[in-house]
């Protein structure tokens, strides 16, 4: 029986309590001794349910103490962060990553491409890192107390879940991550690569998939190719709303490359790893290369990734403002933009050329046997047999003709995905009557209720009503190209 420490807080992945109340399960079934220890109390800002009076109101029910009622019919054992009072320096070697971890974390905070020069920016990053430093220590007594044969660290990108697995290391305890699924619906993936590591995570597709035959790869690869496609029952969210083209660029005499923009600011939260072009913005690669293929006659087309819709409006109207200056300089330019119903599935399979920023949509292409070209890291760059365009330089008439591509490599690593995740055993209503990835606004706006400052709180409403406004864009009429 091995010892477990498994690593925990609220938000710290999707579905958390679901994620956490699984991957228990599973460890007690294979017979492990499991501990959960909460990093609540170093938590700067707090998610989480509202209070059940509060939901009741709205005609919602909360089941405040079921998350722990679970653990401890499972056998499992909880703690919340016996936290210490030492706030000395992280040792020099450490100070780096963590320093890294909490940029990450602000960035994804703010939403934005960069950290805010404000007093709100300074506020938040000075208590994250002093939370930081007392998770680190705090987790350090514990571990070094009763050390455990194995720690469990949520995803392992931000602040405290770095502390944990660099402290983990530092005594010798191995460790593993774990994440919501990413390639199956209702999973949680648990591995030894921390999920948005491009580099070890490609690395290890070739040993973990060995002992799958060509078959059996491409049956998973196929298999999650048809969940992406298939609409609200499918793991890829956005397609739900999306519809069929009756007039489409495949209509049309001649080639069509299609362009698929990406939301690249949540990879700059995910570390050097992942900055390794040399473009001041995704729409400067897709001028150039725009401006190549226009010369060939190649029908040009772009699709703005849903995502967007969910930036802050300083971020969209920025983007909003690259992409029509985008099709000043390419008046020929088709534009669908990101509230768009149109099939993005359906204009890669009308596509001659498929350029991505990073989006996985340039996977998928590439299991299509489309000729795919990235301006940007990926997560599949080094697997897939795809072509990548990361500086001025390397966009050339030569580098842009298309190639008959091999599916072999996206098969591989789509397995790769697939046979690292395990099913859901708890699912969100076994927490409320909700579900906090689909929340009406009014258990949105109990968010509200959670002990966190007057500025977080306003953060929250600027956001949804970001979102709103945002999502109800429309394109100036002069530039309404999309029909």
Avoid: C
Wanted: proline residues 5%; hydrophobic residues 40%.
């Amino acid at each position: 029986m091995s010892r477990v420490s498994l690593v925990h807080y609220f938000g710290a992945t999707a579905r958390s309590l679901s994620v956490v109340a699984s991957v228990v399960a599973d460890l007690r079934n294979d017979g492990n001794d499991v501990s959960v220890v909460d990093l609540e109390p170093t938590t700067t800002i707090r998610q989480g349910f509202p209070p059940h009076y509060l939901a009741r109101l709205w005609g919602h029910s909360v089941k405040p103490t079921a998350f722990k009622d679970v653990l401890h019919t499972l056998g499992s054992s909880y703690q919340l962060l016996p936290v210490t009072d030492t706030l000395q320096p992280v040792p020099q070697e450490h100070a780096e990553p963590l320093k890294v971890a909490v940029e990450s974390e602000l960035l994804t905070y703010f939403r934005l491409d960069h950290i805010p020069r404000s007093r709100e920016a300074r506020h938040l990053q000075a208590s994250l890192e002093v939370n930081t430093v007392r998770t680190y220590w705090s987790l350090h007594t514990l571990w070094s107390a009763h050390a455990p044969d194995e720690v469990l660290v949520p995803n392992g990108r931000t602040s405290r879940q770095k502390a944990a697995r660099l402290v983990a290391e530092a005594l010798n305890i191995p460790v593993r991550l774990y994440e919501n699924g990413r390639a199956q619906r209702n999973s949680y993936y648990l591995g030894n690569t921390q999920p948005h590591d491009r580099i070890a995570s490609q690395a290890e597709v070739a040993s973990l998939t060995s002992s799958l035959d060509p078959a059996a790869i491409r049956s998973l690869a196929k298999e999650w190719l048809e969940s992406r496609m298939a609409g609200s029952e499918g793991t890829n969210s956005f397609s739900a709303t999306w519809k069929s083209m009756d007039h489409s660029p495949g209509d049309s005499e001649g080639e069509t490359a299609v362009f698929f923009a990406s939301s690249f600011d949540e990879f700059l939260a995910f570390g050097p790893m992942w900055t390794i072009d040399e473009w001041s913005s995704q729409f400067e690669a897709f001028d150039l290369i725009m401006s190549i293929l226009e010369k060939r006659g190649v029908r040009l087309v772009l699709r703005l990734h849903p995502n967007l819709a969910s930036k802050s409006r300083k971020y969209f109207l920025r983007e909003v403002e690259e992409i029509l200056e985008l099709q000043r300089r390419h008046p020929s330019l088709i534009i669908h933009w990101h509230n768009s119903s149109v099939n993005s599935y359906q204009l890669v399979s009308e596509a001659d050329y498929v350029i991505v920023e990073r989006s996985t949509i340039g996977l998928e292409a590439s299991l299509m046997g489309k000729s795919v070209w990235a301006t940007q890291a990926t997560q599949w760059d080094e697997v897939a047999d795809i072509r990548q365009l990361l500086k001025p330089s390397d966009v050339t008439e030569e580098a842009l003709k298309p190639w008959k591509p091999s599916t072999l490599g996206a098969e591989r690593f789509v397995a790769y995905w697939m046979i690292q995740e395990y099913p859901l055993r708890y699912q969100a209503t076994d927490w409320a009557s909700w579900d906090p990835e689909n929340a009406p606004a009014t258990m949105k706006a109990l968010q509200l209720a959670l002990p966190n400052s007057w500025k977080h709180k306003t953060r929250l409403l600027n956001l949804e009503w970001s979102k709103w406004r945002n999502s109800r864009f429309q394109a100036p009429v002069s530039r309404q190209q999309e029909q």
